[in-house]
């Protein structure tokens, strides 16, 4: 099969962050209408139908339960894949003991490095290195931590 798994539910929150990033590229006083156009937009739209039929449902459902195979997206292209749970695993580990690519952290240092981020654009900011609108765009606002979803279970 060729399809792409729809996810259960994408939420208002969902689409408004993925269109906030696009916005931090114009100045606050054009994002604005384009993002009541989207809160309009989503607020307004009906829920969609799936694109796998009701027997290709039923089926991915069985197998969604089943411990032994994980259901991913393939590296490339909008493809869904069915993997042997164990060999993925496996891989994914192989991967991760590769300590040339890959180095195993104490602490997690994603807000550090956030606060970091954000103080030297705040210092960029007061010496008038930077417009305002610059240091709005280059300011983190929401950072979270990769995560490899096979970690943490399925």
């Not at 906030?20 to 307004?44: F, H, M």
């Not at 590296?75 to 042997?84: A, E, F, Y």
């Not at 994603?110 to 960029?124: D, Q």
């Amino acid at each position: 099969m060729n399809f792409a798994i729809a996810p259960k539910e994408v939420t208002k929150k969902d689409i408004l962050a993925s269109f906030e990033d696009e916005l931090r590229d114009i100045p606050p006083s054009e994002a604005e209408p384009i993002r009541g156009k989207v809160v309009s937009t989503i607020q307004n739209k009906k829920r969609s139908r799936s694109a796998l039929t009701k027997k290709e449902h039923l089926a991915l459902q069985q197998l969604k339960k089943d411990p032994s195979i994980i259901i991913t997206k393939a590296d490339k292209r909008n493809i869904t894949t069915v993997l042997d749970r164990e060999w993925y695993d496996n891989k994914v580990n192989q991967m991760l003991d590769d300590e040339e690519t890959y180095k195993r952290l104490k602490t997690n240092p994603t807000a550090s490095t956030t606060t970091e981020v954000n103080k030297f654009i705040n210092n960029l900011l007061e010496s008038n290195k930077i417009t305002k609108e610059a240091g709005f765009r280059l300011k983190i606002a929401d950072s979270t931590t990769p995560r490899h979803t096979s970690l943490y279970g399925p």
